[in-house]
């Protein structure tokens, strides 16, 4: 599929950008609440799930940044498509299975449950993701060395501020700490 037009280049790109910048977020925020994100993990995977947790935050972070970094990168659209499938998956499974139980999808910052309207949002997550893998003439995409460590240093950001936000919403559940 081709995006062609300057409007769906815009959609195309938004997708991508908003997609890389949530699983930026999420990787972040999972990594500094790793024992709450390991908890919702043992739910589908009973062995190894802290090594699991920290696997799946850092493979979003990784994602993220390669994504939004390296737009002209065929197979990342499609890999992060994936990857929204399987949130998709896993919402699906958590509500017939687990509903109500926290997703700790964004770390401390998350206690929402698993609910129908969780799988509403991962279906759009994956829609959008969908979309992201239209492809956009050469040029729209082009970056310099330069642009894509520019990139790259908001997306470390993006995983700091999340983590630091998630680590401080941690500590203040935390019984004793202000």
Known sequence: MHADGAFLQLVVLGCKA???????????????????????VRLFVPGHARALAAAIAI???????????????????????VICC??????????ARHSGRPCRCFGALSRRGFTAAGIGRAAG???????????????????SLLTRFGL??????????AFSAAAA??????????
């Open 152 to 161: 790259l240093a908001g997306a470390a950001l993006v995983a700091t501020a």
């Open 125 to 143: 997550l994956t829609l959008a993701a969908l979309a992201a893998t239209a492809r956009v003439p050469q040029v729209a995409i082009q970056l």
């Open 59 to 81: 493979g979003e972070i990784v994602a993220g940044s390669a994504s939004l970094s390296m737009p002209a990168v065929g197979w990342l659209s499609p890999a992060v498509l």
């Open 169 to 178: 919403a941690g500590a203040k559940r935390e019984p004793g700490l202000a």
């Open 18 to 40: 908003s997609i890389a910048v949530l699983l930026l977020a999420a990787g972040g925020a999972k990594l500094a609440d790793l024992a709450g994100f390991a908890s919702t």
């Open 86 to 95: 399987c949130f998709l998956a896993a919402w699906t499974v958590g509500y």
